[in-house]
């Protein structure tokens, strides 16, 4: 992924409501690949270039059944399986939004 600097901010906190925008695409593409979205999203700058996305509570049925079963390397294994076959769509927003 091609590295942009961070936007300054200004008047209205244009900044902000850029983050707010990127959580919602997130929200909007966990919907679409896992059909539920998180309950709740927050990001934030974590430096001139790098943003974190927090997600909460993004689990769906069977991925808390695994949970429960202790197969929690299964788990984690699943969802960044999902999350590497469908990387463009996972950043596309962020490329756009922070170009």
Known sequence: MESHPRPAPSGANPEQGMLSTISNEMVRIY?????????????????????VVTLEQTLTPAEHSLRRLGELGRLRDVRLLFQYAEIDLFCEPIERLTA
């Open 31 to 51: 919907k679409n690949q896992f059909g539920r979205g998180p309950t709740k999203t927050r990001t934030q700058w974590a430096g001139p270039d790098v943003l």
